[in-house]
C-alpha cells in the first residue's frame, strides 16, 4: 500500500506491506537509527516517537497508521524544549549505555513541551513506560525536572 508520511518535517512516500511496523519504516525505509528496537512488545519505550506530536511507542503502529501524518523522531527535535531536554540530560548525568535515551528524551520532551506541572510524581508517571537497566531513574527524574527550569517562559 502506498502511504505518505511527514518525518522530521519532510515529506516520504513509499510503499510498503501493511503488516509494516512504524519502527521499522523509520529505522529500515528512512535511516533513522534513533528510533531503537529494544523489545519489539511496548514494555521498553526505546522506540517512542511523536505522531502528530503525542508519544507513542512505534512497535505498536503500522506504518499506514502513519498516512498522512506527522512524526517526529530525535533527530527531529531542535526547538528550545529540545536544547532544554538534552542540555538537562548532559548535565544530570542521566545516561548510561545510551540505548533507551531517546525514548526517555522524546518522553521527557512532550512532558515539558505540553507544560504538564513538572515535580517527582509527574515525571515519573510520564516514563512509566521507558525502561532503563543502567541509571535507575533518579538521574532521569532530576534531569527531567532540571529541563524545565531551562525551557523559556
Do not use: W
Not at 18 to 40: E, K, M, N, Q, T
Not at 54 to 63: D, E, R, Y
Not at 68 to 89: P, S
Amino acid at each position: 500500500m502506498k502511504i505518505t508520511v511527514f518525518v522530521n518535517d519532510s515529506r516520504f512516500e513509499h510503499d510498503v506491506e501493511p503488516r509494516l511496523l512504524l519502527v521499522h519504516y523509520l529505522r529500515d525505509y528512512l535511516g533513522l537509527r534513533s528510533v531503537r528496537i529494544g523489545c519489539d512488545t511496548s514494555n521498553c519505550g526505546a522506540c517512542t516517537v511523536l505522531l502528530d506530536g503525542k508519544p507513542v511507542k512505534s512497535c505498536t503502529v503500522f506504518a499506514f497508521m502513519a498516512n498522512n501524518r506527522h512524526v517526529t523522531t530525535l533527530e527531529g527535535l531542535h526547538d528550545d524544549y529540545a536544547k532544554a531536554v538534552k542540555r538537562a540530560f548532559l548535565e544530570s548525568h542521566a545516561l548510561q549505555c545510551g540505548y533507551c535515551t531517546s525514548g526517555f528524551l522524546i518522553t521527557i520532551y512532550s512532558l515539558i513541551k505540553n507544560r504538564t506541572r513538572l515535580d517527582h510524581d509527574s515525571v515519573r508517571s510520564a516514563i512509566v513506560g521507558n525502561l532503563c537497566r543502567c541509571t535507575g531513574y533518579r538521574r532521569i527524574v532530576e534531569a527531567a525536572l532540571k529541563a524545565g527550569q531551562y525551557v523559556p517562559t
